[in-house]
C-alpha cells in the first residue's frame, strides 16, 4: 500500500482536526448565543407578566373598595365630623392627607360579636409607590394611624378626578352643588376616574362606579 494512503487511514490530519474543533466552537458559540437569547426574552416575559398581574390586581382591590363605599361618616382625631368620602390631588408632604378616603362595607366579621362590617381605607402615593390604607377603626382615636400595604411601585403622577350628579367632573370631594353651596357630608360621587403614570409604560386611565 501507498505510505501516504497507509498514514490516512491511520487517523486525522492536524488541519483536519483544527477545522472540526474550528467548526464546532462556532456551533458552540451560536448555540450559547441563541441560548442567551432565549432566557433573556424568557425573563422579560416574566417580568412583563408580572408587571401585568400586579397592575390587575391591584385595580381590582381599587374597584372592590370603591364598589362597597358606604355613606357613613367618621370622627377624625381632632373629634371632628369628616365625610364619608373625601378626595383630592396628591398631597406630596410627608404628612399630608391620601388622595382618596372613604368608608367601605363587605367586610368579613368573624365570631359572634355584633361588629360592623365597615371599615376606613384609603389611597396614597408617596415615594413612587402606591399604597393602600387601613384604618385601625372607623372613628379615629387621638393618635391613629393607617397600616400601609404597598400595591404598585414606580408610579411617577397619580391623578384622580369625582363624578358629581348633576355636575360632571370635578377635582376634589366633597364638591359643591351648581348653586355653590357645600353637599352633604355622607354624599358619595357617582364614580372616580383615576389616572396612573407608571415609570416606562405611559399612563393608565380606568373609570370606577362607586356603590349608591
Known amino acids: 500500500m501507498n505510505p501516504s494512503l497507509r498514514a490516512r487511514a491511520a487517523g486525522f490530519t492536524l488541519l483536519e482536526v483544527l477545522v472540526a474543533v474550528g467548526i464546532f466552537a462556532l456551533f458552540s458559540a451560536m448555540a450559547y448565543g441563541s441560548l442567551l ?23 381590582m382591590q381599587i374597584e372592590d373598595d370603591l364598589a362597597q363605599t358606604r355613606p357613613r361618616t ?6 371632628l365630623e369628616r365625610p364619608a368620602f373625601r378626595g383630592q390631588p396628591v398631597d406630596s408632604r410627608a404628612l399630608g392627607d391620601p388622595s382618596l378616603e372613604f368608608t367601605r362595607g363587605g367586610q368579613i366579621v368573624l365570631g359572634d360579636g355584633a361588629r360592623s ?4 381605607v384609603g389611597y396614597r402615593l408617596r415615594d413612587s409607590t402606591l399604597s393602600r390604607l387601613v384604618w385601625p377603626a372607623l372613628d379615629q382615636p387621638v393618635v391613629s394611624e393607617p397600616r400601609a400595604a404597598p400595591l404598585l411601585d414606580h408610579v411617577e403622577e397619580l391623578r384622580v378626578r369625582f363624578y358629581a350628579q348633576p355636575g360632571g367632573w370635578v377635582n376634589a ?3 359643591t352643588t351648581q348653586t355653590g353651596a357645600p353637599i352633604a357630608n355622607n354624599a358619595l360621587p357617582a364614580a372616580v376616574e383615576m ?5 416606562g409604560r405611559g399612563e393608565i386611565v380606568r373609570v370606577f362606579r362607586v356603590k349608591d
Open 37 to 59: 437569547r432565549i432566557l433573556d426574552t424568557r425573563d422579560r416575559l416574566e417580568t412583563e407578566r408580572e408587571y401585568w398581574r400586579g397592575l390587575s390586581l391591584s385595580l
Open 74 to 79: 367618621v370622627r377624625g382625631t381632632d373629634g
Open 117 to 120: 362590617d365597615m371599615q376606613r
Open 173 to 175: 370631594w366633597p364638591a
Open 195 to 199: 389616572t396612573l403614570k407608571i415609570e
